[in-house]
């Protein structure tokens, strides 16, 4: 591995270690997005290999997304949950059943979603007691 390549893991690595939980979550969205985009272009261009590597990846990050849910924090939660879980099944079968349009159905489902959480973190935290790092007071 070159010198160059390893000091852009380790910055990428300690930028998610030191993220808050909010910017934590606007990064996995950015990445499944990403892993989307390029499975659907690789479905697109017949690259199976390609769309299958990017479309398990996405379903991993899916499942990180479900994982990482409290279903008791807010009454919103089993929603979502069921938003993931649908996204996880239609990106399965995108990969199956090489369907592209599955792909882009996930694209535009979740796609508000990563906006969403783009505009939560870049918002200041004046009522929650968190600073706009992500710490506490």
Known sequence: MR???RA???FAREAVLSASPAR?????FDRLMLDMGRAEAAQTAEQWDVARENLMH?????GELSGSLDLDAWDGAAGLL?????AGTALMNANIYRNVELTRECIGLLEPLRQSW???AAAPAIHSGVSPRGDLG
């Open 3 to 5: 010198a160059s390549t």
């Open 8 to 10: 852009l893991n380790a």
């Open 24 to 28: 934590l979550l606007v990064m996995l």
């Open 58 to 62: 996405a379903q991993e990050i899916i």
């Open 82 to 86: 069921g938003i993931y879980s649908y």
């Open 118 to 120: 783009h505009d939560a």
